[in-house]
């Protein structure tokens, strides 16, 4: 129904900067809230940041000031630019998508998952 497919990730080295974009595909009629999560090895998932279809945005406190997270809502797409990378921020990020989808018979909101894309900040 829909796909998200993600880019960007890849190695880099603390204090230098990524930029990971994710488009979304299928049978949309609308995308409310977009995201970043990330997974650690051995920790939760966690929310990153996250954009509304308005541009509000929200933040977790270890990136605020280093992520900055933007849409193109006519592309259905979602970037993140990070940053003055850390070692902490290592991790696999995941795309995430509020997505209204188009049925057969009407409409019905989902919840839709990137695959994951590595990030690893090692000098």
């Known amino acids: 129904q829909v796909q998200l497919v993600e880019s960007g990730g890849g190695l880099v080295q603390p204090g230098g900067s990524l930029k990971l974009s994710c488009a979304a595909s299928g049978s949309i009629f609308s995308i409310n809230a977009m995201g970043w999560y990330r997974q650690a090895p051995g920790k939760q998932r966690e929310l990153v940041a996250a954009?509304?279809?308005?541009?509000?945005?929200n933040y977790a406190d270890s990136v605020k000031g280093r992520f900055t997270i933007s849409r193109d809502n006519a592309k259905n797409t979602v970037s993140l630019q990070m940053n003055s990378l850390k070692p902490e921020d290592a991790a696999v990020y995941y795309c995430n998508a509020d997505v209204r989808v188009i049925m057969g018979w009407g409409l019905k909101d989902l919840t839709y998952w990137g695959q994951g894309t590595q990030v690893t900040v090692s000098s």
């Open positions: 954009i509304t279809s308005g541009g509000s945005t």
